[in-house]
T-cell receptor
Framework: GNSVTQMEGPVTLSEEAFLTINCTYTATGYPSLFWYVQYPGEGLQLLLKATKADDKGSNKGFEATYRKETTSFHLEKGSVQVSDSAVYFCALNSGGYQKVTFGTGTKLQVIP | DAGVTQSPTHLIKTRGQQVTLRCSPKSGHDTVSWYQQALGQGPQFIFQYYEEEERQRGNFPDRFSGHQFPNYSSELNVNALLLGDSALYLC?????????????FGSGTRLTVV
């Protein structure tokens, strides 16, 4: 079955540091890949997506590249801010009916 | 344009009771999916509704059931509540059209079973 593996958190960074959150996946076919973000007390928000190999999704300074050869979709940001503190979920959808499988989430804490 | 609306936001129930959670999808979306998110975990897929029918189901017992109405809103029902059902229940909507679309999530209903 489909699965997503994320690096365990929490990840603590100083403001303006470089961020990488690793994500690898197992799926049949050619999945679409997503990163969602969850701020405290809220639901999940779609951060970025990529729908085919070598696509790069980007939003709000975050980027992730769909690497089919390594089955990875690592999230990066060049300079994090305190407001980026949240839980980040990697996810995939390999079915036409949009059943999305999520990773366990990585908590990011950015300190001033 | 309202996003996904869930009600209630918080709920406390006693073990053995039944609960109904409600969801209104984002305007223009016709597919509703329900997820259970335990504390510190990723969301787990419960089921998905489209055209008023359950189209897919995750690994949840029959105590979990749902419904979708003609206006695309949806309900999640849980019978015979267990302590382990305590979680954040998330509703997500999406438009018809395949796997390229991401979900729009509501803020969730926090269910506590005591």
């Amino acid at each position: 079955g489909n699965s997503v593996t994320q690096m365990e958190g929490p990840v603590t960074l100083s403001e303006e540091a470089f961020l990488t959150i690793n994500c690898t996946y197992t799926a049949t076919g050619y999945p679409s890949l997503f990163w969602y973000v969850q701020y405290p007390g809220e639901g999940l928000q779609l951060l970025l997506k990529a729908t085919k190999a070598d696509d790069k999704g980007s939003n709000k300074g975050f980027e992730a590249t769909y690497r089919k050869e390594t089955t990875s979709f690592h999230l990066e940001k060049g300079s994090v801010q305190v407001s980026d503190s949240a839980v980040y979920f990697c996810a995939l959808n390999s079915g036409g009916y949009q059943k999305v499988t999520f990773g366990t989430g990585t908590k990011l804490q950015v300190i001033p | 344009d309202a996003g996904v609306t869930q009600s209630p936001t918080h709920l406390i129930k006693t073990r053995g009771q039944q609960v109904t959670l409600r969801c209104s999808p984002k305007s223009g979306h016709d597919t509703v999916s329900w997820y259970q998110q335990a504390l510190g975990q990723g969301p787990q897929f419960i089921f998905q509704y489209y055209e008023e029918e359950e189209r897919q189901r995750g690994n949840f017992p029959d105590r979990f059931s749902g419904h979708q109405f003609p206006n695309y809103s949806s309900e999640l029902n849980v019978n015979a509540l267990l302590l382990g059902d305590s979680a954040l229940y998330l509703c997500a909507s999406s438009p018809t059209g395949g796997s390229d679309y991401g979900y729009t999530f509501g803020s969730g209903t926090r269910l506590t079973v005591v």
